[in-house]
């Protein structure tokens, strides 16, 4: 396997979790063309159906669409699309879990703030 690659998430989910990353960080802007199936395959060193799968997925959902013979590109609202889709993902994630450890430990919400404020503090440092 890849080194670009986790071992314990399917690989065709990280493809297409690479390339929402760089709309979501705005390496690729609405309009631009995506890297192609054939030079994902050849940069990572992976099967063309595990690329195809990924990328795919983002066609589908309205992320990436096609232009028949040139390329994928990126569509309008896309990264908009991301950012809400990933909220999303990490409330359900993250936040929830946090709420109920809090809840089981006793935490008070404003300790809780406290706590991520103290957390985001060490990051600047």
């Known amino acids: 396997m ?5 071992p314990d998430k399917p690989i ?9 990353d760089q709309i979501i960080n ?3 802007q609405e309009g631009d063309q995506a890297p192609s199936t054939n030079q994902l395959v050849s940069f990572y060193k992976i ?11 983002l066609v589908d959902e309205g992320i990436l669409y096609k232009k028949r ?3 994928m590109f990126v569509a309008e609202g896309a990264r908009e699309k991301l950012i809400q889709k990933r909220k999303e993902s990490f409330m359900e ?4 879990k946090l709420v109920q450890e809090a809840e089981k430990l006793g935490i008070t ?6 706590l991520i404020k103290q957390v985001k503090g060490r990051d600047k440092a």
């Open 69 to 71: 013979g040139i390329g």
């Open 12 to 20: 065709y989910v990280q493809v297409r979790e690479k390339i929402e």
């Open 2 to 6: 890849s080194k670009y690659f986790d």
């Open 93 to 96: 994630d993250y936040v929830v």
């Open 109 to 114: 919400e404003e300790e809780m703030v406290s």
């Open 47 to 57: 099967n063309h159906a595990t690329v195809s799968k990924g990328v795919n997925q």
């Open 26 to 28: 705005r390496q690729l």
